[in-house]
């Protein structure tokens, strides 16, 4: 119970996929205009991870390492086909919002690399841990970022009006904005961890 | 081999698996809700338009594209929607059209357009416009704008758009759920032509006409019994749609006079073509078999309507190409007969022997010249040109007496520098031919002959010189020799 919740943590704090090690740039750029868009990538993405987590490590010992990377491209790629559909059948309006980046979620890095760093060398409940915390993660981190460029390129946040009289800075809601925010964000946490570890220049 | 056989088993149990709970979710779980919430959204607003209908069938081509809804109503097919669509000022204007099966229009509803908020967008805010075709009838209503229908002010060119897709609608119910409307659609064509012709020609007794594949060829104007003119539809494009008209010729091809049949451009601008005589004009006097008929020097644009006046040449132009497939074509008198040129000879003694004679083939449409040498003939020479992107390319091929190509030279060409004449520079192009048969091989550009990329035009001129060529040899070597 203790790794579980420390594996969680781990996937939030320590080692955030977006602000620590920059896995899965793509969707965290691309999708990353409205709030809601963001839980809604970040959701997808949380269920992928989960569902190819438990399948790879309960199938751990039964994969041969030759055959493994195919393997797992395989089991992510059925989940992410998955989710399309499903997401197509029961959200149609975040399926059209996400579109393409939907089947993409097959190339996020950050999931072969949880396949293959976590759920190919431990226990399901570690396995299941880390994918709940990386992919909380992933969502907070995502929708983080879209919230910050939803406020300043429309001045709303989850579609509703937070900034009235606001003059929007439209290139946050252009691809170059995605870049921007990250950047600013980037710099702000590695601000925070400067300072608290009391050192106050770099 | 065992462990080859267990790697090969673990994937492929793995991707059996895979695809069959793939198949299963989308069978039993998601696709039936994705098929369902499609037809829902594609009938959801027939059902606003026949709110009384019991069910609705989407009708597809073989693509899968759809054709048009088939309405149910007491187990039986009651109405029919068509999606109509034509371009507006910015956009297409996609429309959808019910009538029932004897062509009364139910309703006519917009799908989507992307036209001006506060003007073109009122043939959606604005239900009066549209409901203006309920209860006309497909068939026998005339739709004519301004007439039958009310333009909505300020929303001319919208509103113009949206009738023309119910027009078109109209023809389209006519052609695919009535029988035998095919004579009747070209009865209307050929009484709206004969009423321009009316007007124009008022000096004829009578006006008669050609029908060939179910479309109408050319009309003839008739005096005393003789065909004095003839008469072409064609047509270009304009900013809006197309710029029909109507060229008078005599019977040399040399324009009488030119009509607009119809026009769709902005209101004045693009139908000055019309209201403004001296532009058509400008064409009288000129041949359809001589003269080009581009905008430049000597045919003035109207300015400001740049692209219908484009429109206007290009029309004439289908117009004398029309004319040249009709009239001139396949009649060989009329074909100007290649002369033995001692220019052409001069080019000639620069390639390959000293004597050469020139071989009269009137059937082909290049000039053929045999090379003599010791009293005999070695090679045949063949000069032809086509028409490249600003100038002629002329080429010089020759061949054995057998037809297979032994040079082709590019005589001449003006096309655009670094593009068009690279073809002069870039030897593979004629490289390509040396070898084949005048008489077997094809010259398909793009599958047996490569293009020059960039040159299109220039390489697929010069292709169709050489299938000149080909032709001319054709005709005449291989029929003597067979003789």
Redesign the interface.
């Known amino acids: 119970m203790e790794n579980f919740l420390k594996d969680i943590k781990n996937g939030i704090i320590t080692e955030n996929p977006v602000f620590v090690m920059l896995l899965g740039m793509c969707p965290a750029l691309g999708i990353t205009t409205t709030a809601i868009n963001g839980i809604g990538m970040g959701l997808a993405t949380t269920f992928v991870l989960l569902g190819s987590n438990i399948v790879i490590s309960l199938l751990r010992k039964v994969i041969p390492n030759e055959v493994r990377i195919p393997s797992f491209i395989v089991i992510i790629a059925t989940f992410v086909t998955l989710v399309d559909m499903l997401m197509n059948a029961f959200f149609p309006g975040l399926h059209d919002a996400l579109g393409v980046f939907i089947p993409l979620i097959v190339v996020n890095c950050l999931i072969l690399q949880r396949a293959e760093a976590m759920a190919s060398k431990n226990s399901l409940g570690r396995a299941v841990g880390d994918a709940l915390g990386m992919g909380l993660g992933f969502t907070l981190a995502i929708t983080s970022l879209a919230a910050f460029r939803e406020i300043l390129g429309n001045g709303t946040i989850f579609e509703f009006t937070i900034l009235p009289n606001f003059i929007p800075l439209r290139v946050m809601t252009q691809s170059s904005g995605a870049f921007i925010a990250l950047g600013l964000m980037l710099a702000f946490i590695k601000w925070v961890e400067i300072t608290k570890k009391g050192g106050s220049r770099a | 081999m065992p ?1 080859a056989i ?2 090969v088993g ?2 492929t149990i ?2 059996v698996v ?1 695809a069959l ?2 198949s299963y ?2 069978n039993e ?3 039936p ?2 098929d369902e ?1 499609e037809k829902e959204a594609a009938v959801g607003m027939l059902r606003d338009l026949v709110p009384d209908a019991d069910d609705f069938e989407i009708v597809t081509d073989d693509n899968d594209r759809i054709i048009y809804y088939e309405i149910i109503k007491g187990g039986r097919v009651a109405y029919v929607a068509i999606p109509i669509e034509s371009s507006g000022f910015g956009g297409p204007v996609r429309l959808i059209l019910v009538a029932d099966m004897d062509g009364n229009i139910e309703a006519v509803s917009v799908l989507n357009h992307s036209e001006t908020p506060g003007y073109g967008d009122r043939i959606e805010t604005e239900p009066e416009f549209l409901e203006q075709y309920i209860s006309k009838n497909l068939i026998e209503s005339s739709f004519t704008m301004g007439t039958d229908i009310t333009a909505l002010a300020g929303a001319t060119v919208t509103s113009d758009a949206a009738n023309r897709a119910v027009q078109r609608g109209a023809e389209y119910f006519m052609l695919n759920f009535m029988e035998g409307m095919e004579d009747e659609l070209l009865e209307r064509e050929r009484e709206e032509i004969f009423a321009i012709l009316n007007e124009v020609r008022p000096d004829a007794d009578e006006f008669g006409y050609e029908i060939e594949g179910g479309q109408h060829l050319y009309y003839t104007i008739m005096k005393e019994g003789n065909v004095v003119s003839y008469a072409l539809v064609s047509e270009g494009r304009g900013l809006n749609g197309p710029v029909q008209l109507l060229t008078i010729v005599d019977e040399d091809g040399v324009i009488e006079e030119i009509a607009v049949v119809s026009i769709v451009d902005t209101p004045g601008y693009g139908d000055r073509v019309e209201t403004e005589p001296e532009f058509l004009d400008q064409f009288k006097g000129m041949s359809l078999t001589d003269d080009r008929f581009e905008i430049d020097d000597t045919i003035d644009k109207i300015v400001g309507a740049t692209i219908t006046s484009m429109g206007a040449a290009e029309s004439i132009r289908n117009a004398a190409s029309k004319w040249i497939e009709l009239f001139i074509e396949g009649s060989a008198a009329a074909k100007p007969s290649e002369e033995d040129d001692p220019d052409k000879i001069a080019i000639l003694r620069e390639y390959f022997s000293e004597e050469y004679t020139f071989e009269n083939c009137p059937a082909g449409s290049g000039a053929l010249y045999a090379a003599i040498l010791d009293n005999e003939v070695r090679t045949y020479a063949i000069f032809s040109s086509k028409r490249g992107l600003q100038s002629d390319i002329e080429v010089l091929l020759f061949a054995d007496l057998t037809g297979i190509i032994k040079n082709v030279v590019i005589l001449s060409q003006n096309d655009t520098p670094s593009y068009g004449d690279r073809i002069l520079e870039e030897d593979w192009f004629t490289d390509q031919y040396i070898g084949k048969s005048l008489n077997e091989s094809v010259f398909n550009p793009g599958d047996d002959i490569d293009v020059l990329s960039g040159a299109t035009v220039t390489s697929t001129a010069a292709n169709d010189a050489v299938i000149a060529s080909a032709d001319t040899f054709k005709s005449c070597i291989q029929k003597g020799a067979g003789q």
Do not use: E, N, P, T
Request: glycine content about 6%; hydrophobic content about 60%.
């Open positions: 462990k267990r790697l673990v994937l793995i991707c895979s709970s793939l979710v989308f779980i998601a696709g809700i994705i919430r």
